[in-house]
């Protein structure tokens, strides 16, 4: 560390303060709250969806917010718990109680330079090993915070250097990162685009009808889910090999990601009724997170599905697998599946009521058509896709090591 640097507690800079613990509430009435998600990257932001704490402007002076302060996330899952933002809005605001302020005492370090210091690396580290850690949340308390670390250079006017370095240098990543974030954005639209063109224009002789009535027929041979009910595998049944199970996280980007799947012994699968995928089945993320489509590839004689996950094993005389995951991923599908998600307070679409959805199934020359068509695109988007996935991890990256070399004296 260069010389004329301090290293001290956080409570020897800084007294800490509990947010507001008064309820709150979306009607617009009092002063509007923030809470832990409106810290973002190292900012507080209005995200247009924050809530009100409707109380006396005597009250709402307390937990008034000001240029420079800082705010530190005390209570969240783990992996964003710890999380600090700078306030540099106007108007009046205040914070709830999932948040800590640090009444900096400014003479001796700067708020931007601190709040440089709390996002880095150093810090978040430290700090995360002596979180208290419940089923899904972790904590912070305030005592654990004044007794943090931190390192700062005792000249304000170096302090000033740093952060202005910082603060060009993240200008360019925001920048570059907004950039890959619309290329990503304009080539998922690019293909969503195509999908509706090819989907409202359908031609003579596209039947259209309910998966019930294609299950009558023999259009799709099998339909089922994972739900295995009093069957449902323990923890600590999953082993290293064996009979692959696999559940929505590993349908990644219209593809399913065997390196994510969990493994029973053919044994404990052998238990199990139903749920049993096979190669070139169509899989649909129906539960938590709804909506992802991918094509089940695989060598295995059976793939065990988890809960939110249903297969649709097509009749390939009559429609093509790689048709149909095309048709599930465009809009006239996706409606049905989001009305029904509007009618309920849970994330899921039920087999049962997947069966009530409409599918369009055009003669099986005309299904090949859409399939080169698509693919292609698809193919080229995933592509691209890749690229800009990459392009904003390195730059995530490359934040993390200008922080750390920041607070190793090395800016």
């Known amino acids: 560390m260069k010389n004329g640097w301090a290293t001290k507690r956080l409570g020897d800079v800084a007294k800490t303060q509990y947010g507001l613990s008064e309820p709150m509430n979306e009607d617009g009435k009092g002063f509007k709250i923030f809470r832990?998600?409106?810290?973002?990257?190292?900012?507080?932001?209005?995200?247009?969806?924050?809530?009100?704490?409707?109380?006396?402007?005597?009250?709402?002076?307390?937990?008034?917010?000001?240029?420079?302060?800082?705010?530190?996330?005390?209570?969240?899952?783990?992996?964003l718990v710890g999380k600090t933002g700078i306030f540099a809005l106007t108007g009046d605001y205040c914070f709830a109680?999932?948040?800590?302020?640090?009444?900096?005492?400014?003479?001796?370090?700067?708020?931007?330079?601190?709040?440089?210091?709390?996002?880095?690396?150093?810090f978040q580290t430290s700090v995360k090993e002596k979180a208290s850690q419940s089923i899904n949340q972790a904590n912070i308390n305030a005592t654990i915070l004044s007794n943090e670390l931190i390192r700062f250079p005792e000249s304000l006017a170096?302090?000033?250097?740093?952060?202005?370095?910082?603060?060009?240098?993240?200008?360019?990543?925001?920048?570059?990162?907004?950039?890959?974030?619309?290329?990503?954005?304009?080539?998922?639209?690019?293909?969503?685009?195509?999908?509706?063109?090819?989907?409202t224009?359908?031609?003579?002789?596209?039947?259209?009808?309910?998966?019930?009535?294609?299950?009558?027929r023999g259009w799709i041979e099998d339909h089922m889910d994972g739900?295995?009910?009093?069957?449902?595998?323990?923890?600590?049944?999953?082993?290293?090999?064996?009979v692959p199970y696999i559940s929505a996280n590993c349908v990644d980007g219209e593809r399913v990601d065997m390196s994510r799947a969990k493994y029973l012994s053919p044994s404990r699968a052998g238990l199990l009724r139903k749920g049993f995928a096979k190669d070139n089945d169509v899989l649909f993320a129906h539960n938590a997170t709804v909506g992802p489509i991918a094509?089940?590839?695989?060598?295995?004689?059976?793939?065990?599905?988890?809960?939110?996950?249903?297969?649709?094993?097509c009749n390939r005389a009559h429609i093509l697998p790689e048709y149909l995951a095309h048709y599930m991923r465009s809009f006239g599908f996706k409606t049905q599946y989001l009305?029904?998600?509007?009618?309920?307070?849970?994330?899921?679409?039920?087999?049962?009521?997947?069966?009530?959805?409409?599918?369009?199934?055009?003669?099986?020359?005309?299904?090949?058509?859409?399939?080169?068509?698509?693919?292609?695109?698809?193919?080229?988007?995933?592509?691209?896709?890749?690229l800009y996935q990459r392009k904003l991890a390195a730059?995530?990256?490359?934040?993390?090591?200008?922080?750390?070399?920041?607070?190793?004296?090395?800016l």
């Not at 109680?97 to 150093?122: G, T």
């Not at 202005?164 to 200008?171: H, Q, R, T, V, Y």
Request: charged share 30%; hydrophobic share 35%; aromatic share 8%.
């Open 36 to 79: 832990m998600g409106e810290v973002q990257d190292g900012r507080l932001i209005d995200t247009g969806r924050m809530k009100f704490a409707n109380i006396s402007r005597d009250e709402f002076e307390k937990y008034r917010l000001r240029l420079g302060d800082v705010l530190f996330n005390r209570t969240n899952s783990f992996e």
């Open 97 to 122: 109680s999932y948040l800590v302020r640090l009444n900096l005492d400014r003479k001796a370090v700067l708020p931007e330079f601190l709040n440089y210091f709390m996002n880095s690396d150093v």
């Open 158 to 199: 170096e302090q000033r250097r740093i952060v202005g370095i910082l603060d060009e240098a993240f200008e360019g990543i925001a920048t570059a990162k907004a950039n890959a974030e619309q290329n990503l954005q304009n080539t998922r639209a690019l293909f969503e685009s195509h999908l509706q063109s090819v989907f």
């Open 201 to 216: 224009q359908r031609g003579d002789g596209w039947d259209r009808m309910t998966l019930e009535t294609l299950l009558e």
């Open 227 to 242: 739900n295995h009910g009093g069957d449902y595998p323990r923890k600590e049944e999953f082993i290293s090999e064996g």
């Open 295 to 313: 094509i089940l590839h695989t060598e295995e004689e059976k793939v065990v599905l988890g809960t939110s996950l249903t297969y649709y094993r």
């Open 339 to 386: 009305q029904v998600m509007r009618q309920s307070t849970r994330n899921q679409v039920p087999i049962t009521k997947q069966r009530e959805f409409f599918h369009v199934i055009p003669p099986l020359d005309e299904q090949m058509g859409i399939i080169r068509q698509l693919d292609g695109l698809l193919e080229n988007g995933q592509r691209l896709e890749s």
């Open 395 to 410: 730059l995530d990256e490359l934040k993390k090591s200008l922080l750390h070399r920041a607070f190793s004296g090395k």
